[in-house]
T-cell receptor, first 112, second 113 residues
Framework: SQKIEQNSEALNIQEGKTATLTCNYT??????LQWYRQDPGRGPVFLLLIRENEKEKRKERLKVTFDTTLKQSLFHITASQPADSATYLC???????????FGTGTRLKVLA | SQTIHQWPATLVQPVGSPLSLECTVE??????LYWYRQAAGRGLQLLFYSVGIGQISSEVPQNLSASRPQDRQFILSSKKLLLSDSGFYLC????????????FGPGTRLTVL
């Protein structure tokens, strides 16, 4: 069956450390993968997009990797800050379609 | 610049009542449009998407339906709500034809009692 999974438990880290979030999928062929941030009661906000032929993407303190062999994406926030506390969602854009499949999200809490 | 509107922001409806949620986009043309539902503490479930006026793809067979009467208007409806329809409903748009991000609306919190 097709699945997309993220760390199901909340992730607590100390301010200044690097947060690493995981997104694993099975039986999908994504054209690209995206990461979103969602704050309570709000819609998700786009952060990064990485294509199937790209290994790594960076934007300021954010880094995403994409391994289509392992069927996994890692999302890193370096020098984390309390303001980074939110739920982070990964989303697969399926090849040949306009469909997106979202993971369940990982709640990150950065402790001051 | 582009903006996306959803209304109402919150809604409390009795079981068996009808539903109509509206989403409109400004500042772009021919967008792909999406309806998602998010249950408490869960991820987003794709309900419907549309690549053009009158073109609707349904992902989840249930008592909901969607329509796109105009290029930048997307409507989610139900004739009879169920308790399980409660959730946070999100509309999103993206530029058609290329890999790009989705832009989400503020959402509608629906409680069915």
């Amino acid at each position: 069956s097709q699945k997309i999974e993220q760390n199901s438990e909340a992730l607590n880290i100390q301010e200044g450390k690097t947060a690493t979030l995981t997104c694993n999928y099975t039986n999908y062929s994504p054209a690209y993968l995206q990461w979103y941030r969602q704050d309570p009661g709000r819609g998700p906000v786009f952060l990064l997009l990485i294509r199937e032929n790209e290994k790594e993407k960076r934007k300021e303190r954010l880094k995403v990797t994409f391994d289509t062999t392992l069927k996994q994406s890692l999302f890193h926030i370096t020098a984390s800050q309390p303001a980074d506390s939110a739920t982070y969602l990964c989303a697969l854009a399926l090849s040949g379609t306009y469909k997106y499949i979202f993971g369940t999200g990982t709640r990150l809490k950065v402790l001051a | 610049s582009q903006t996306i509107h959803q209304w109402p922001a919150t809604l409390v409806q009795p079981v068996g009542s009808p539903l109509s949620l509206e989403c409109t986009v400004e500042g772009t043309s021919n967008p792909n449009l999406y309806w998602y539902r998010q249950a408490a503490g869960r991820g987003l479930q794709l309900l419907f998407y549309s690549v053009g006026i009158g073109q609707i793809s349904s992902e989840v067979p249930q008592n909901l339906s969607a329509s796109r009467p105009q290029d930048r208007q997307f409507i989610l409806s139900s004739k009879k709500l169920l308790l399980s329809d409660s959730g946070f409903y999100l509309c999103a748009w993206m530029t058609s034809g290329r890999a790009s991000e989705q832009f989400f609306g503020p959402g509608t919190r629906l409680t069915v009692l």
